[in-house]
């Protein structure tokens, strides 16, 4: 029988009892869990025959065998008989002056017209598109047109060079590419069309659709260029969708890596669909009045799965900002969930501990009623952020929920969530697993390991979100995730469950050093440097000891308007012996300005590593990062610090 009527989706409420009876089943009867799910969030054209034909033990993945529907169709069609007017995006630009309100009807129309558009170019179902666009509306239009006529979109975020453009283009054979005049962040323009122009000076492709977005004037190369608002003037409002098979790919997604070439994750349409609006509707608690602002870039798997897919299968209503919201105003942030009464708030521990050190003035001139759910993504957010964003954003009375997922498992899959939660919430504690989520944390030998023991976290069971392989190289799939161990996933990550069977998260695994035999996660090294009220972020990296195998190497960046001492070092060198003990305790410490960050905020160890050896050859392409001058300043600190001891 199943537990959970479709009739009921819209008002149920998932609390303790609910999530423990659902559980259970979902581990124990995951067949029919999840058809009983798919047959809640998503309408099928053709139902499936097989529900899950999934092998760990092969490396292949399949879900719903047979089924056929459309993945846009999912998102808008079946909305619009009772929420056409009903607003799908309130977007920004990044000056504040430019500004759209897309209701569902609209925002189905630009579809189709868009859809249409990319058929009068030739592009038909299987056709790999790639998108280097800015934060725009155009971003998803473009997305869910692709979606619509089968075609697989590769979304590249815009601030890639040229020469990562061009890779992720070459590997994924693309025919289209989907671009803009210019992108806008943060006050400063970054010249998207040129570097399409220099991706592809040795590469040829059928069309580069371009998007007028600052209006600048650009080289525009006859007949491969065409203006899309030239393309799209006589396209029809309405278009008929492609049927899909559930197993045929939605899109591709490059995940950037710290070394070696960037593999070509494939999200599927029925599984990908489903789990993303799943754990939208779940993990977030969304209720129908709801406002949701996710802050990823559309270029990265959370803007595919919460800025995109997730919350328009759910019909919700999205906030979509161009720029950066810890950018030049600290206040930005909150003037956009105040203006538009912002519900659900979900940013990375990056965004977070930046507007942390700009201090509480900010938040003196917002209210933030309107927020219930606060949420974090991209790596564990350490206690004092987990704190400040608590005590201060909400005021003491919003639930965190800190996920845990990445680019392959396609949506969230551990969280403390919202109904089941607990009285009491763990900062920096990823705490249970989603529904059909099984973990297991294993030693290095694949034997499951007992609690408050740390080891690797691997997956024991298929869940539809989950990638279908690498594109172009299925033994790469293979060896990263299915090799280590036998019939189990391997996350790559570190992990241990506490005494009340909560997960914590600490970490890559290349992320965890050896310090005489003992591992030790740099996520919790740092969180116990940020408790300082003077650490804005930290990052460790271990450093080869002849002793010790590994020493612990931290750099610290300061709130501003204090200034570094060397005093400051014993105390910071205290706080990690007070938190994990003295065998953690950094040996060095040094001042950073600021971090080395590729452009979706994620700290580059590796580059930390190449600096504190001086292993400068080491390097490599440093222009994905955010501010490639960062490393010069970090040469120079390491530089100054030498000069002392000498």
Same mark, same amino acid.
């Given at each position: 029988?199943?537990?959970?009527?479709?009739?009921?989706?819209?008002?149920?409420?998932?609390? *303790?009892?609910?999530?423990?009876?659902?559980?259970?089943?979902?581990?124990?009867?995951?067949?029919?869990?999840?058809?009983?799910?798919?047959?809640?969030?998503?309408?099928?054209?053709?139902?499936?025959?097989?529900?899950?034909d999934?092998?760990?033990?092969?490396?292949?993945?399949?879900?719903?065998?047979?089924?056929?529907?459309n993945?846009?169709?999912?998102?808008?069609d079946?909305?619009?008989?009772?929420?056409?007017?009903?607003?799908?995006?309130?977007?920004?630009?990044?000056?504040? +002056?430019?500004? *759209?309100?897309?209701?569902?009807?609209?925002?189905?129309?630009?579809?189709?017209?868009?859809?249409?558009?990319?058929?009068?170019?030739?592009?038909?179902?299987?056709?790999k598109?790639?998108?280097?666009?800015?934060?725009?509306?155009?971003?998803?239009?473009?997305?869910?047109? @692709?979606?619509?006529i089968?075609?697989?979109?590769?979304?590249?975020?815009?601030?890639?060079?040229?020469?990562?453009?061009?890779?992720?283009?070459?590997?994924?054979?693309c025919?289209?590419?989907?671009?803009? $005049? =210019?992108?806008?962040?943060?006050?400063?323009?970054?010249?998207?069309?040129?570097?399409?122009?220099a991706?592809?000076?040795?590469?040829?492709?059928?069309k580069?659709?371009?998007?007028?977005?600052?209006?600048?004037?650009?080289?525009?190369?006859s007949?491969?260029?065409?203006?899309?608002?030239?393309?799209?003037? *006589?396209?029809?409002?309405?278009?008929?969708?492609?049927?899909?098979?559930?197993?045929?790919?939605?899109?591709?997604?490059?995940?950037?890596? /710290?070394?070696?070439?960037?593999?070509?994750?494939? +999200?599927?349409? &029925? &599984?990908?669909?489903?789990?993303?609006?799943?754990?939208?509707?779940?993990?977030?608690?969304?209720?129908?009045?709801?406002?949701?602002?996710?802050?990823?870039?559309?270029?990265?798997?959370?803007?595919?799965?919460?800025?995109?897919?997730?919350?328009?299968?759910?019909?919700?209503?999205l906030?979509?900002?161009?720029?950066?919201?810890?950018?030049? /105003?600290?206040?930005?942030?909150?003037?956009?969930? $105040?203006?538009?009464?912002v519900?659900?708030?979900?940013?990375a521990?990056?965004?977070?501990?930046?507007?942390?050190? !700009?201090?509480?003035?900010p938040?003196?001139?917002?209210?933030?009623? !309107?927020?219930?759910?606060?949420?974090?993504?991209?790596?564990p957010?350490n206690?004092?952020?987990?704190?400040?964003?608590?005590?201060?954003?909400?005021?003491?009375?919003?639930?965190?929920?800190?996920?845990?997922?990445?680019?392959?498992?396609?949506?969230?899959?551990?969280?403390?969530?919202? &109904?089941?939660?607990?009285?009491?919430?763990?900062?920096?504690?990823? @705490?249970?697993?989603?529904?059909?989520?099984?973990?297991?944390?294993?030693?290095?030998?694949?034997?499951?390991?007992v609690?408050?023991?740390?080891?690797?976290?691997t997956?024991?069971? /298929?869940?539809?979100? *989950?990638?279908?392989?690498?594109?172009?190289?299925?033994?790469?799939?293979?060896?990263?995730?299915?090799?280590?161990?036998?019939?189990?996933?391997?996350?790559?990550?570190?992990?241990?469950?506490?005494?009340?069977?909560?997960?914590?998260?600490?970490?890559?695994?290349?992320?965890?050093?050896?310090?005489?035999?003992?591992?030790?996660?740099?996520?919790?090294? =740092?969180?116990?440097?940020?408790?300082?009220?003077?650490?804005?972020?930290?990052?460790?990296i271990?450093?080869? +000891?002849?002793?010790?195998?590994?020493?612990?190497?931290?750099?610290?960046?300061?709130? /501003?308007?204090?200034?570094?001492?060397?005093?400051?070092?014993?105390?910071?060198?205290?706080?990690?012996?007070?938190?994990?003990?003295?065998?953690?305790?950094?040996?060095?410490?040094?001042?950073?300005?600021?971090?080395?960050?590729?452009?979706?905020?994620?700290?580059?160890?590796?580059?930390?590593?190449?600096?504190?050896?001086?292993?400068?050859?080491?390097?490599?392409?440093?222009?994905?990062?955010?501010?490639?001058?960062?490393?010069?300043?970090?040469?120079?600190?390491?530089?100054?610090?030498?000069?002392?001891?000498?």
């Amino acid at each position: 029988m199943s537990q959970l009527k479709q009739m009921d989706i819209v008002n149920f409420k998932l609390n *303790q009892e609910t999530y423990s009876r659902l559980y259970q089943q979902s581990i124990n009867e995951p067949n029919t869990f999840w058809a009983e799910q798919g047959a809640n969030f998503v309408t099928w054209f053709v139902p499936w025959q097989v529900v899950n034909d999934s092998d760990f033990s092969k490396a292949t993945i399949s879900w719903f065998k047979g089924a056929k529907l459309n993945v846009c169709f999912n998102c808008l069609d079946r909305h619009l008989a009772k929420k056409a007017n009903q607003v799908a995006i309130f977007w920004e630009g990044d000056n504040a +002056h430019r500004r *759209q309100v897309i209701t569902y009807q609209r925002l189905y129309e630009r579809v189709c017209r868009f859809a249409n558009s990319l058929k009068t170019v030739g592009v038909s179902k299987g056709d790999k598109v790639c998108i280097y666009l800015p934060m725009i509306p155009e971003a998803m239009i473009a997305m869910l047109a @692709c979606a619509r006529i089968g075609a697989v979109h590769t979304v590249v975020f815009g601030g890639f060079s040229p020469r990562a453009l061009r890779e992720r283009i070459q590997n994924a054979g693309c025919k289209v590419i989907i671009t803009a $005049d =210019e992108g806008i962040r943060n006050a400063t323009t970054i010249p998207l069309k040129k570097n399409v122009d220099a991706a592809l000076s040795d590469i040829t492709v059928r069309k580069v659709i371009v998007i007028k977005n600052s209006g600048t004037k650009v080289a525009m190369h006859s007949p491969r260029d065409i203006w899309y608002h030239e393309l799209a003037y *006589q396209q029809s409002e309405a278009c008929e969708v492609q049927w899909m098979d559930a197993e045929d790919p939605l899109f591709i997604l490059y995940t950037s890596g /710290s070394t070696g070439k960037p593999k070509g994750i494939i +999200h599927t349409s &029925g &599984g990908y669909l489903l789990y993303a609006a799943m754990t939208f509707r779940y993990v977030f608690d969304y209720q129908a009045q709801d406002i949701f602002w996710c802050t990823a870039d559309m270029g990265w798997i959370t803007g595919h799965s919460y800025g995109v897919y997730g919350p328009l299968a759910n019909g919700a209503t999205l906030v979509m900002y161009e720029g950066l919201i810890a950018g030049a /105003s600290p206040y930005l942030v909150w003037e956009i969930v $105040d203006r538009y009464q912002v519900s659900i708030f979900y940013t990375a521990p990056t965004a977070i501990r930046t507007l942390m050190a !700009s201090g509480d003035a900010p938040l003196a001139n917002s209210k933030r009623d !309107s927020l219930r759910i606060l949420g974090t993504v991209g790596e564990p957010i350490n206690p004092e952020a987990w704190r400040w964003y608590h005590q201060k954003v909400g005021k003491g009375k919003c639930w965190i929920v800190d996920t845990w997922w990445q680019t392959e498992t396609g949506g969230i899959m551990i969280a403390p969530l919202p &109904g089941p939660g607990k009285e009491q919430q763990k900062p920096g504690a990823a @705490c249970q697993p989603f529904l059909g989520i099984k973990p297991l944390i294993v030693d290095e030998n694949g034997k499951a390991v007992v609690k408050e023991t740390q080891g690797f976290l691997t997956i024991a069971q /298929s869940w539809p979100g *989950q990638a279908r392989g690498i594109y172009a190289n299925p033994a790469r799939f293979d060896q990263s995730y299915f090799s280590q161990y036998k019939g189990l996933y391997f996350t790559g990550d570190g992990a241990f469950q506490d005494k009340d069977g909560d997960y914590w998260i600490t970490g890559r695994v290349d992320d965890v050093i050896n310090v005489a035999g003992h591992r030790l996660g740099t996520a919790e090294i =740092e969180s116990a440097l940020v408790r300082h009220p003077l650490v804005a972020e930290a990052a460790v990296i271990g450093v080869p +000891h002849p002793v010790k195998g590994e020493s612990v190497f931290a750099f610290v960046t300061l709130i /501003s308007s204090n200034p570094w001492q060397d005093s400051l070092i014993p105390e910071l060198q205290q706080e990690v012996i007070v938190a994990i003990g003295k065998l953690a305790k950094p040996d060095k410490i040094v001042y950073a300005p600021k971090l080395p960050k590729t452009r979706s905020g994620k700290i580059m160890r590796r580059l930390l590593r190449c600096i504190a050896a001086d292993e400068l050859d080491k390097l490599g392409d440093i222009s994905t990062l955010a501010e490639p001058e960062v490393i010069e300043q970090l040469k120079a600190a390491l530089a100054a610090e030498k000069n002392k001891l000498e």
